[in-house]
């Protein structure tokens, strides 16, 4: 491991998987609520339950636009009670969604990745499913997360699985694939550099190069309206924040060593997806139309874009990012 990597990497599915799991421990803290006669809570408060993390596993639920995850932890309970799967799964979902997330009455008061497991609704499924799903503050929670707190370090562990992984692609394809993501990466900052000319943003420019670009104007992207609704409601947009985000989660799944073809695949999807949004959501129409706000959420996608196929090409597999092609 690298000096310095962090040996957990933060991310919404394990956050929040952590954040569940302590809830359903029942352990001091839990202890102190009174839970109703014959309720689950109240059959298992004596038990170390579940007995380790790996028992509730979270997994992401396929979906373009929405970020939702589910666990099946009543399954495991419901063999050793004797209360139906139905009655648990009602009475854990109702629990966790009280105790475990909800957004404080001073939104400011949240913030980091605390904001990140805020906003967080929880439904019981007919399945017998547990699911939690992102609400738009999350959202924007973890999209400032990797604007400004994407691990830095270089894992040069990935070098030989890279080699692997272009010995496994005939050359000329594989120079193919990685201009394409380079492009996208490139693109990225071209339309930045654009935004800044035509005075929509003030960008910090540091001499360390586009990766570590950051607004000074807007101090902060305007991800939400007033009423703390993302702007960025698109499809289009949609699947590029869920690309995102799945990124985070799929690295963060195999931390701290993740594939090298792993890696290329998720920089390769994020490519595709950012083409998709570039040729739906032209920013400059949204000036013309007079939506400033909605033209620096969009900008501000596209430099967390930009931060993730960096991320993904230089720091994990040492593939140069040009800023231009």
Avoid at 49 to 65: A, V, Y
Avoid at 130 to 140: H, S
Wanted: aromatic content about 8%; overall charge neutral; some cysteine.
């Amino acid at each position: 491991m690298s000096a310095g990597l962090p040996s957990i990497f933060p991310t919404p599915l394990t956050l929040l998987q952590i954040r569940l799991y302590r809830s359903l421990c029942l352990q001091r803290d839990i202890l102190k609520i009174s839970f109703p006669p014959g309720s689950i809570f109240e059959q298992f408060k004596h038990k170390n339950f579940p007995q380790s993390g790996e028992k509730l596993q979270l997994k992401r639920i396929k979906s373009s636009t929405q970020i939702v995850y589910s666990t099946a932890i009543t399954h495991k309970i419901a063999a050793q009670s004797s209360q139906s799967v139905a009655q648990i799964t009602e009475q854990i979902a109702d629990f966790v969604a009280e105790h475990t997330f909800g957004w404080p009455d001073d939104w400011s008061g949240a913030c980091g990745l605390e904001a990140g497991v805020h906003d967080v609704s929880v439904q019981a499924t007919s399945a017998g499913l547990i699911q939690v799903k992102l609400g738009d503050r999350a959202i924007a929670a973890w999209l400032n997360f990797i604007l400004y707190n994407l691990p830095g370090t270089t894992l040069n562990s990935l070098n030989s699985s890279l080699t692997a992984l272009q010995s496994s692609i005939p050359a000329s394809e594989f120079q193919t694939q990685v201009f394409v993501i380079q492009h996208a990466h490139a693109r990225c900052s071209s339309l930045l550099q654009m935004a800044q000319r035509e005075g929509l943003i003030t960008l910090d420019q540091s001499e360390q190069g586009s990766a570590v670009w950051q607004f000074a104007n807007p101090e902060s992207v305007p991800w939400l309206t007033p009423d703390f609704h993302l702007r960025l409601a698109h499809p289009s947009e949609r699947r590029l924040i869920c690309q995102l985000l799945a990124v985070l989660d799929q690295v963060g799944r195999l931390w701290p060593q993740p594939l090298a073809n792993e890696s290329f695949r998720l920089a390769k999807e994020m490519s595709q997806c950012f083409q998709v949004f570039h040729r739906d959501r032209p920013i400059w129409h949204s000036v013309v139309n007079d939506s400033t706000d909605l033209a620096q959420a969009q900008l501000g996608l596209v430099m967390a874009t930009q931060r993730i196929l960096y991320w993904l090409l230089n720091n994990l597999l040492g593939i140069s990012t040009p800023s231009d092609l």
